[in-house]
C-alpha cells in the first residue's frame, strides 16, 4: 500500500506541476469572480467551440464568428493557423468583448505541425517513448509560435481491427504499449508546465471504445464488456490522465447502447470521479447533434441538455449549446450549478495555458514557409528510421538481399508511391507542405549518383488505378537493372485515417497484378509498403525477398529509407500491430482470451495449415495464426535471448497487493551478428488458475537496447502488482493466486519462458 500511495503522490505533483498556478487559490478566485460577473449567455459561449478555417467534418452552416467573439459567445475557436489569424481573432476577444476572456485556439496536430514525423502508429513501431516524447514537443513549439495551445491528440483508442481507419492515428492494439505512448505524447505536448508559452493542451481521444467499432466501420456501435472495457480499452486514457492531459474528447459511437456524447458512466463516473481528471471534456465533431440520429433524443435541445449533463463541457461544431443551454437553464431543466461547472473547467485551463497574461504571439512579417531547424530535420528522419520495420530479408544468392550492396550498380525504383511526397506526409499532416518532404525517389536518385551507380525510374501505376499501360515501362526498367525497389501501398488522404474504413486488406487497385509482373522479371526484389495499417499480402510474403513496413515516415522519408536500405542505419522498428494472412482473420490481435479447444501450435506460430482436429477453434481454410505477429521485426543483426532468470519461485497475493517487492526476471540477450544493432526486449506474462479467463500471453514490459557485435547484456524486469493485477470475478482490480509464466522475448510469438507462482 505504501508503494502505490507514494505513485499516487508523485502523480498528483506531475498533474499539479503541469496545471502549474491553474489550482493556486488566487485563479480559484478570479474564476469565481469572472462567474459572478458573467450572463447566461456569456457563461455558454465559454462552453462553444466553432470552425474558423478548413472543417474537418461536415459543416453545420456558418455563424457570424467576430460579432460572436465580441459578445464572449464563443471559447474557442479550431482551424484558425498563424499568428496574424490567431492574433487577430484574439485582439477581438481581448479588446471588444465585456469581460476580456481569451480565446483558445485548437488544431488537429497529430504528427506534427510545420515538421512532419511519422504517423503515430509509425511512431509507435519505434517503442521508444523518449522519441515520441521529442517529436510531440517540436510539434508543440511549432504550433504554439503561431497561437495554436491546444491539440486534439493523443488518440489512444485501442484497434483491433485493421479495417479501422483510424488505426493510423493511434499506438496499434495493446494496452500496455498505448499507455507508454499516451504519457511520451502528454508530456511532450504539454512540456513541464502548461503556463510556459511553448507548451499545448493535450487531449486524449476518443473516450471510449472508439477502436472497436463494430466491423471496423468508423463511427459505428461498439459493444464491449465491463472487464475488456477496463482491462484494454480504458488503461490508455487512464495513463493520459495520470500524466496531466488538460482535456478529454468523447467519442462518436454508442458504447454499449449508450452514445459517447451522452455517457455520464464515462464522463463523470470513471474519468472524473475514479480517476480525478480536473480538465475539460469536449465533443468530437458535430458529435452532441448524432445524439439525435443515435436514436438516444427526438430533438436538438433535449440533445444539448443529455451531454452537459454527461460531463460533455465543450460542443465543437455543433452549436447546440450555444443555441439551447441558457433558455435550457433558465427553464430549470439544466441546474445553473452544472453549467457553472463546465465553465470552471474550460476557464481553469485557460488560466493554466496562462493566456489571460499572453494572449498573443509574435508576428514573423514573411510570406515564406517557416524553416525547419536543422535539428528538427534530424530528429524527423531518426524517428522515421526507427519507425520503419523489416519483415522480410530472404538470401539472394547466398545473402540476405539487404542491405544493398555495391553489386547493385543499377537500380530500378518503380511503383505509384516511389516519388508521392504528399503521402509521405500521412493524415492529419498538419500544416507539412509537400514541398519539404524528401521522397524515395529523390533520396535514392542522390545516393546512387554519389556512389557512381545508377537509378532507373518508372511509375508503372497509380495507386488505385486499373489500366495496365504503365507496365511496360517498368517492365523495361526492372530488366535493365541488378535491383528492383517497388513502393506500394494506400492512399494516405482517401484510404487511411477517418472515414476510410476497408472491407478488404489487399493492395489497390491493380498493385498486386503489378507486384506480381515485376516480381516475375527475375530480379532480386525490395517491396516497401507506404500504409496506415497492416494489409493481408500472403503471396508477397512468400515471394518477394525483403519487405519493409514504411507506414508513411513524415517529410523525411526518403532519406530515412535509403539510410536503412544501404545500411548506414539498422533496422530497429518492432510491429505495434498484428499482420492478418486474410481479411477474414480479423478482428486480430495476439492476446485474445485462451479457449476451451485451442488449435494446437496454430495460435503460437506458422504452420503452413491448421491441424486437421475438426472440433477446435480454426479456420477450415486458413491458418490461425498472423502471417506478421505482434512485436516482430527484423534486424541486421541477430540477438540471441539466454534462459530467463526469477529471482524467487513464489510471492504471495496478499503480499504484492500490499506493496510488496516485485519478482525480477531477467535475460541475456546478445548479438550474434556483425552489425551494431537496437533491440526491443519484451516482457510477456500470462496467467492461469484464476477466477476469470484471461490472454494466454500479455505485454507488460519492454527496453529497448543497443549492442555491439558480440556484445551482450542482462535486461532485467520487475514483476509485481502493476505487472499482474487484473480485473477478477468481482471486477476488483487485484493479484489472484495463479501459475505464472514470463516470456522475455524479441515479440509476441518467440523467446524463453520461466514460471513463478503466485499463492494466496
Known amino acids: 500500500m505504501q508503494r502505490a500511495f507514494r505513485i499516487c503522490a508523485l502523480v498528483m505533483l ?124 517540436v510539434a508543440a513549439q511549432e504550433a504554439s509560435a503561431e497561437g495554436i495551445r491546444w491539440t486534439f491528440s493523443p488518440m489512444v483508442d485501442i484497434a483491433r481491427d485493421a479495417r479501422w481507419g483510424r488505426m493510423v492515428e493511434g499506438a496499434g492494439e495493446d494496452p500496455y504499449l498505448g499507455q507508454i505512448m499516451a504519457a511520451a505524447y502528454v508530456r511532450g505536448y504539454q512540456g513541464s508546465r502548461l503556463s510556459n508559452h511553448d507548451s499545448l493542451a493535450a487531449c486524449a481521444k476518443h473516450m471510449a471504445g472508439y477502436g472497436a467499432a463494430e466491423g471496423g466501420r468508423d463511427y459505428n456501435a461498439a459493444d464491449v464488456s465491463e472487464r475488456t472495457l477496463r482491462q484494454i480499452y480504458l488503461p490508455p486514457f487512464h495513463a493520459a490522465v495520470d500524466s496531466g492531459a488538460a482535456t478529454v474528447m468523447s467519442a462518436f459511437n454508442p458504447l454499449n447502447g449508450v452514445p459517447a456524447s451522452a455517457n455520464a458512466r464515462m464522463l463523470n463516473e470513471i474519468l472524473r470521479h475514479e480517476w480525478g481528471f480536473r480538465g475539460f471534456v469536449v465533443s468530437d465533431w458535430d458529435a452532441i447533434a448524432e445524439l439525435m440520429a443515435q436514436g438516444v433524443v427526438n430533438d436538438p435541445a433535449t440533445a444539448a441538455r443529455k451531454a452537459i449533463l454527461a460531463g460533455v463541457d465543450m460542443d465543437m461544431q455543433s452549436g447546440l449549446y450555444a443555441r439551447f443551454l441558457a433558455g435550457l437553464v433558465r427553464s430549470g431543466k439544466i441546474p445553473e450549478p452544472v453549467l457553472n461547472e463546465a465553465v470552471r473547467r474550460v476557464l481553469r485551463i485557460k488560466f ?83 514541398a519539404s518532404v524528401v521522397t524515395l ?171 486437421a482436429e475438426k472440433y477446435v477453434s480454426r479456420y477450415i481454410d486458413e491458418p490461425n495464426s498472423p502471417l506478421f505477429p505482434f512485436g516482430f521485426g527484423l534486424s541486421y543483426s541477430r540477438f540471441a535471448y539466454s534462459a530467463i532468470q526469477v529471482s524467487r519461485s513464489s510471492s504471495s497475493a496478499r503480499a504484492l497487493n500490499r506493496g510488496a517487492t516485485a519478482i525480477r526476471v531477467s ?72 501459475q505464472v509464466t514470463v516470456w522475455i522475448a524479441p515479440d509476441s510469438v518467440k523467446g524463453p519462458s520461466a514460471q513463478f507462482t503466485i499463492t494466496k
Open 667 to 738: 535475460a541475456t540477450v546478445t548479438n550474434q551478428g556483425a552489425r551494431a544493432g537496437k533491440e526491443v526486449v519484451e516482457l510477456y506474462v500470462g496467467q492461469r488458475g484464476t477466477s476469470v479467463n484471461l490472454p494466454r500471453k500479455e505485454l507488460k514490459g519492454f527496453k529497448v537496447v543497443s549492442l555491439a557485435p558480440g556484445a551482450s547484456q542482462r535486461v532485467e524486469f520487475k514483476v509485481g502488482r502493476e505487472e499482474l493485477a487484473f480485473w477478477n470475478i468481482e471486477m476488483r482490480h487485484l493479484v489472484e493466486p495463479a
Open 441 to 611: 525517389k529523390s533520396a535514392l536518385s542522390q545516393r546512387m549518383q554519389q556512389s557512381g551507380g545508377q537509378l532507373l525510374y518508372a511509375k508503372g501505376t497509380d495507386i488505385d488505378s486499373t489500366s495496365d499501360d504503365g507496365f511496360r515501362e517498368a517492365l523495361d526498367v526492372a530488366q535493365r537493372s541488378d535491383l528492383v525497389i517497388i513502393a506500394l501501398g494506400e492512399s494516405a488522404a482517401s484510404m487511411t485515417g477517418e472515414a476510410a474504413s476497408r472491407a478488404h486488406l489487399d493492395l489497390p487497385g491493380n498493385q498486386q497484378k503489378f507486384l506480381e509482373t515485376m516480381v516475375a522479371v527475375g530480379k532480386p526484389v525490395v517491396l516497401i509498403l507506404f500504409t496506415g495499417r497492416p494489409l493481408a499480402l500472403p503471396w508477397a510474403a512468400s515471394h518477394v525477398s525483403a519487405m519493409v513496413e514504411a507506414w508513411y515516415p513524415g517529410m523525411q522519408a526518403g532519406p530515412a529509407l535509403v539510410r536503412t536500405l544501404f545500411g548506414d542505419v539498422n533496422f530497429s522498428g518492432k510491429l505495434p500491430v498484428t499482420v492478418p494472412r486474410a481479411v477474414g482473420q480479423e478482428p486480430l490481435y495476439y492476446n485474445p482470451p485462451k479457449t476451451g479447444r485451442p488449435a494446437g501450435d496454430a495460435d503460437l506460430s506458422h504452420p503452413p495449415r491448421n491441424s
Open 352 to 434: 493554466a495555458l496562462n493566456l489571460f497574461a499572453n494572449p498573443y504571439v509574435p508576428e514573423v512579417k514573411s510570406a515564406a514557409q517557416p524553416r525547419l531547424e536543422p535539428s528538427q530535420d534530424e530528429l524527423a528522419r531518426t524517428v522515421a528510421e526507427r519507425s520503419l520495420v523489416l519483415l522480410r530479408n530472404e538470401e539472394f544468392h547466398g545473402a540476405p538481399l539487404l542491405p544493398i550492396t555495391q553489386v547493385a550498380r543499377t537500380i530500378a525504383l518503380v511503383g505509384p508511391l516511389a516519388d508521392s511526397a504528399a503521402d509521405m506526409l500521412g493524415s492529419w499532416p498538419g500544416k507539412g507542405d509537400a
Open 14 to 137: 506531475l498533474v499539479s506541476s503541469l496545471f502549474a498556478g491553474s489550482a493556486r487559490p488566487s485563479v480559484d478566485s478570479k474564476i469565481e469572480a469572472l462567474l459572478t460577473q458573467m450572463t447566461l449567455e456569456e457563461k455558454v459561449g465559454q462552453l462553444v467551440q466553432y470552425s474558423a478555417g478548413e472543417a474537418t467534418g461536415p459543416a453545420s452552416g456558418s455563424v457570424r464568428l467576430r460579432d460572436l467573439i465580441a459578445r464572449g459567445q464563443i471559447g474557442s475557436l479550431l482551424n484558425v493557423t498563424g499568428a496574424a489569424e490567431t492574433n487577430a481573432l484574439q485582439r477581438i476577444a481581448m479588446t471588444r468583448s465585456r469581460l476580456k476572456i481569451p480565446l483558445l485556439f485548437g488544431l488537429d496536430v497529430i504528427h506534427g505541425y510545420h515538421t512532419i514525423f511519422p504517423v503515430p502508429l509509425g511512431m509507435a513501431s519505434t517503442w521508444d517513448p523518449q522519441l515520441v516524447n521529442q517529436a510531440s514537443r
